[in-house]
């Protein structure tokens, strides 16, 4: 079964842009989580997504945002971009027997 | 509020010796506890988890946690560290049923002398 995968795995911006991050999820797995990875306030939960639909939200700007689609796969999409946006954002999809969450490899986002 | 500590910033040891990582929750009820393994530029993985029952959980690649509720804790223990062991490892948090936003440590560093 294949793992969780993200993409891009790097990715430089600069500030005032947009940027869209993307998550598969292991197979059959319809939750989808985004966690953003910095050293100052270490793993934070940005949102959770199940079956197309928002279900949880962490304590973010709205310029963080998700979506989900029918496969499953999800995307975010950071908006006006700041220096601060650096970070490793990683996803983690569980299945519907909830028992554990499934890190992918992370995308990090650098901000120039 | 609900949060998860990790005291120790940084550790090290130095291979075939002992490990034991602490963790701490601060949760109304008993929440469901974690601990994953970062390697740099890597992912989580999940190397044991409790949710309920046998306070000792057995982990993957040796590791083994025990959970305490008179102390809120959930220390991560090694009995013999080995080089590939140096990582970050992260304890976390879920609510409980029904919930699904881990709550995390921030992390403590494991350094393995050779």
């Known amino acids: 079964k294949a793992g969780v995968t993200q993409t891009p795995r790097y990715l430089i911006k600069t500030r005032g842009q947009q940027v869209t991050l993307s998550c598969s999820p292991i197979?059959?797995?319809?939750?989808v989580s985004w966690y953003q990875q910095t050293p100052g306030q270490g793993l934070q939960f940005l949102f959770e997504y199940f079956s197309e639909t928002q279900r949880n939200k962490g304590n973010f700007p709205g310029r963080f945002s998700g979506r989900q689609f029918s496969n499953s796969r999800s995307e975010m999409n950071v908006s006006t971009l700041e220096l601060g946006d650096s970070a490793l954002y990683l996803c983690?999809?569980?299945?519907?027997?909830?028992?554990?969450?499934?890190f992918g490899p992370g995308t990090r986002l650098t901000v120039l | 509020a609900q949060s998860v500590t990790q005291p120790d910033i940084h550790i090290t040891v130095s291979e075939g010796a002992s490990l034991e990582l602490r963790c701490n929750y601060s949760?109304?009820?008993?929440?469901?506890l974690f601990w994953y393994v970062q390697s740099p530029g890597q992912g989580l993985q999940l190397l044991l988890k409790?949710?309920?029952?046998?306070?000792l959980v057995q982990g993957i690649k040796g590791f083994e946690a025990e959970f305490k509720r008179s102390q809120s804790s959930f220390n991560l223990r090694k009995p013999s560290v080995h080089w590939s062991d140096a990582a970050e490892y992260f304890c976390a948090a879920v609510s409980g049923a029904g919930s699904y936003q881990l709550t995390f440590g921030k992390g403590t560093k494991l350094s393995v002398i050779p």
């Open positions: 949760y109304g009820a008993t929440p469901y």
């Open positions: 409790y949710f309920s029952g046998d306070t």
């Open positions: 197979s059959g797995h319809r939750s």
């Open positions: 983690a999809t569980r299945g519907d027997s909830y028992n554990e969450q499934f």
